[in-house]
């Protein structure tokens, strides 16, 4: 396949347009109506029992609807603990990038995350990941190396079409689920797979859910809790293999204790940049059962919140 190639400094892409030998007349101001810009953050639904999630990212492919691709090279490897980007939050890994102003229909993000790698060596077990390649660390401090299968080649793939403006700027964000997307094969330790459940999303169309639990729900014995969204009409359901269907959630969240002024705890969840649309909702604490069995309601509306409560079921 062709690629045109282009290399930014760090993070930040350089946003200027330079039209050598124009003197700004109309020529110039056609040309420049050629291009737009993108913007990219990476954001994550968080998982139980890992203190880190340590992605390095070496590059990012852009597919336009015509013509070769364009693979923009990170001048060093960047290393993000996905776990610190959680539900609106997103770490930005382009900013205001240039491109040819159209139609895309994919983008690829380039990372190191070989099976059987060093992932994890030299990490010195503080937030921040500074260890080799790509890894997990389990709350038990255990690290193992993080692959992505075909990692080496093809990296992390995201279909979904997306427009560049002219002269202006498309934001988007890839949204991983390390609740679907982390699994630990047998007899392939001390590798973890890293499944590429992600989602490549434009913020100009999605919203965000969020809403308490009842004590009573979180707090249940050898509870692990969790709220899971599926799409409208779909029956909350397990998710009980690395095949991807209709049925499977759209999206994870761990349920956390939060503080209140009267020392109580309440519990919490946030889940962001879900695209504009109905969903149903649902409680679990297992992954395996859920309440209510058949969901809430969770209607999305694009710049909006939506929240759903989750009340104890009646005795």
Known sequence: MMKQTTRIIGLVAVTSLTLAGC?????????????????????????????????????????????????????EPQKINLLDFQGEDAMPILTNHQLPAGNYNWMRLGVDAIQGSNGGVGDTGGDVCDGDASYIVMDDNTVNNLYVPSGANTGLKLHGGYTVPVNDTVYLTAEFDLGKSIT???????????????????????GTLTGQVANELAEAESCEPSVYVFNDGVVPNAIEDEVEDADDPVATAMVEPQDQADGSVQWHYTIGFLLTGDYEAAFTCDGMSFEPADGNPAPISAGQVTTVDFAAPAP
């Open 184 to 206: 630990a094969p047998p007899g392939q330790a001390p590798d973890v797979k890293l499944r590429p459940t992600i989602k490549l999303v434009n913020n100009d169309q999605v």
């Open 23 to 75: 003197g700004g007349g109309s020529g110039g101001d056609e040309l420049a109506e050629t291009f737009g810009f993108v913007s990219l953050g990476i954001s994550d639904g968080p998982i139980h029992s890992a203190k880190k999630v340590c992605v390095t990212f070496t590059d990012i492919e852009l597919k336009p609807a015509d013509g070769p691709s364009t693979l923009i090279e990170l001048s």
